[in-house]
């Protein structure tokens, strides 16, 4: 049957994440438990963040952000792989395929950008406290956050735009747990070049313009911070940067890695370890990272819990 974009494939059949039988079982478990705990963890500090006025500012309005990204992320993905651990086939439509591709990057690229906006943030908290209020007004606020997500939907289009144009004619069998760019480039037989191009040229954009910003305000901060003479100050900036930090390292470091991967054929297999800990592993830490050593998230944990009582 021939789709309307030319192709002979009308549905994929993704492998997941290992195809060994005696794995199968235990992986379930082991995603199922994570896909639990980011639900839990990021719906939780959602509702802490609406229920609690003191966290009614900027650098909650951006963690509220990311966690919805992280969730809305679990949703789309991990579903699907937990199907292809009990199921002898995991077959998934090409419009459901094309759809998932757009939300993963919809919402990765979002993250890029909201991680990033949280850099500027604290820049204008610790090296700017004085403008801070006037700065980051919720206007400010609001249009930063759609920025993002304007600028991640214009990513996702382009990658699934190009997507769609190219015939699938052979093999529909995807080496991987979800629908992504280059293993499904792999199954095109038309010329890929393009589209691989196109798809680095956009994530290094990305990545380089958000990596250059979050350097550029971390180096004003850490320079900042330098010049506080109390330890007191210097503990609080510590700790108020401290998590987007972890944060950025982990979900950079393992995005990059997994691009990389991926993008090479032969090593596919590697990119799904990277993959895994970039798309699951990393939602499920960030609300950790955000409520273990931070007294505002424990006190407004304290004060619903009293109120729930």
């Given at each position: 049957m ?16 290992t ?14 438990v994570?896909?639990v ?60 395929c094309?759809?998932?591709l ?14 990033t ?11 700017k ?24 939907f214009?990513?996702a ?6 997507m ?10 995807i ?12 199954l ?8 691989e191009?196109?798809a ?31 330890d007191?100050?210097?503990?609080k900036?510590?700790i108020?940067c ?15 890695f997994?691009?990389l991967?991926t993008?090479s ?32 998230v ?12």
């Amino acid at each position: 049957m021939a789709m309307e974009n030319g192709s002979l494939v009308n549905e994929f059949i993704l492998v997941g994440f290992t195809d060994k039988p005696e794995l199968q079982l235990p992986l379930f478990f082991l995603f199922l438990v994570n896909y639990v705990v980011t639900m839990i963890g990021n719906l939780s500090l959602i509702n802490l963040i609406c229920l609690n006025s003191h966290l009614h500012t900027p650098m909650y309005f951006f963690i509220f952000n990311l966690s919805f990204i992280d969730l809305c992320l679990s949703i789309i993905l991990t579903p699907e792989m937990l199907m292809s651990f009990v199921s002898e086939k995991n077959i998934i439509s090409f419009t459901g395929c094309i759809a998932q591709l757009f939300f993963f990057c919809f919402f990765v690229h979002s993250e890029c950008y909201v991680l990033t906006a949280m850099a500027y943030d604290r820049y204008m908290a610790i090296c700017k406290p004085l403008l801070y209020t006037v700065t980051m007004s919720p206007q400010v606020c609001f249009l930063l956050m759609l920025g993002s997500y304007v600028m991640g939907f214009a990513s996702a289009m382009a990658h699934t735009g190009d997507m769609v144009r190219l015939t699938f004619c052979d093999s529909n069998i995807i080496n991987y747990y979800m629908c992504d760019i280059f293993p499904l480039l792999q199954l095109s037989c038309n010329s890929t070049y393009a589209n691989e191009l196109l798809a680095s040229i956009i994530v290094c954009t990305v990545i380089i313009v958000s990596s250059f910003i979050i350097f550029i305000s971390y180096t004003l901060i850490f320079s900042s911070i330098f010049h506080i003479a109390s330890d007191e100050g210097w503990s609080k900036a510590f700790i108020t940067c401290g998590s987007h930090v972890i944060t950025v390292a982990l979900f950079y470091g393992s995005g990059l890695f997994a691009h990389l991967k991926t993008s090479s054929i032969g090593s596919v297999g590697q990119g799904k370890f990277f993959s895994v800990f970039h798309t699951h592993v990393v939602p499920m830490m960030n609300p950790f990272i955000y409520s273990l050593r931070n007294k505002d998230v424990k006190i407004a944990l304290k004060k619903t819990l009293r109120i729930a009582n």
